[in-house]
């Protein structure tokens, strides 16, 4: 990935999207070549020259003090996400890739005391991932939420691939098209954080060739947060579900996100989720007597 690019095309994609109306600026007519507003506008909202401006436009972040990107952000009228964002790209751009930031491109793996956390939460589906949505680790509920997914044999299990490449996604999530949306901002959020991770290249390539929806949506440069919102699925087993979802990063040096599901109490999706958790509990228990049964089978022992 070429982050000089990167920024390039995201502070384009940006300015694109806002017209005069909309920054305050007035309108004399004319024929406009580009949809939004122009370079110059921008460096005028903004507080500092054209040619400054034109200069970070090409991906020339050299020398972008918070000021300027602070100002460069108000212009653009960018949202919190989309600031973060801006700033990851403006290092990665200056340095190659920040310190502070840098990315374990290995397996990333938690403790035993971690999934043993995970194992007692058993009456919500617990889901971790990392920044390329790569499934890190679940409790027995949250394995049994996404349980289609998880019938993927490539490891490891990816949300993305799921979401993009297995036609069963498009009746999972209620949603599809916004669930869509959501997972490539938030693949372009993680671009920006690990410019050089070379697994996550190799995802976006993968995605960008098989996909004609991932390679339009990967092309607007949108990004989000994660943290919190609802999740409306339907689940083979049981049916609708509407999860109001919370996601907590883990500090653990591998830049994790646990995702805690829920529903309000006496709901139907509430209900869903005890038969959820009997079915899984029934279902985890029959592998386990089929695996025993077939050692105590195998000769020699």
Not at 40 to 67: P, Q
Not at 230 to 255: E, M, N, R, T
């Amino acid at each position: 990935m070429d982050n000089r690019d990167d920024l390039s095309q995201f502070l384009v994609s940006r300015r694109a999207r806002l017209s005069l109306e909309q920054v305050g600026l007035p309108d004399f007519g004319g024929r406009r070549r580009v949809p939004g507003l122009r370079r110059e506008e921008v460096a005028l909202l903004a507080g500092m020259s054209s040619e400054y401006y034109k200069r970070l436009e090409r991906g020339n972040a050299k020398g972008a003090s918070e000021a300027v990107i602070d100002g460069v952000s108000r212009a653009l009228q960018l949202d919190e996400a989309e600031h973060s964002h801006l700033l990851e790209l403006i290092r990665a751009a200056n340095t190659g890739v920040h310190p502070a930031r840098r990315r374990l491109t290995g397996k990333a793996q938690i403790s035993g005391t971690v999934q043993q956390t995970l194992d007692a939460m058993s009456t919500v589906p617990v889901y971790v991932q990392n920044g390329r949505l790569d499934a890190v680790a679940t409790n027995r509920l949250g394995r049994a939420l996404f349980s289609e997914m998880f019938e993927d044999s490539r490891q490891p299990v990816n949300a993305a691939r799921f979401a993009f490449l297995d036609a069963r996604a498009q009746t999972f999530y209620r949603d599809w098209e916004s669930n869509t949306r959501q997972i490539v901002a938030l693949l372009r959020v993680e671009a920006g954080r690990s410019p050089f991770d070379r697994k996550l290249s190799d995802l976006v390539g993968e995605l960008s060739t098989r996909s004609d929806l991932f390679r339009k949506l990967w092309g607007a440069h949108d990004v989000r947060q994660h943290r919190s919102g609802i999740k409306s699925v339907h689940h083979p087993i049981v049916g609708d579900l509407d999860l109001d979802y919370l996601g907590l990063d883990l500090a653990y040096g591998q830049a994790l996100q646990m995702l805690v599901f829920s529903a309000e109490p006496g709901s139907a999706s509430h209900d869903g989720l005890q038969l959820l958790a009997n079915w899984a509990a029934t279902n985890t228990a029959e592998i386990q007597a089929n695996n025993e049964s077939a050692t105590k089978q195998t000769p020699g022992n």
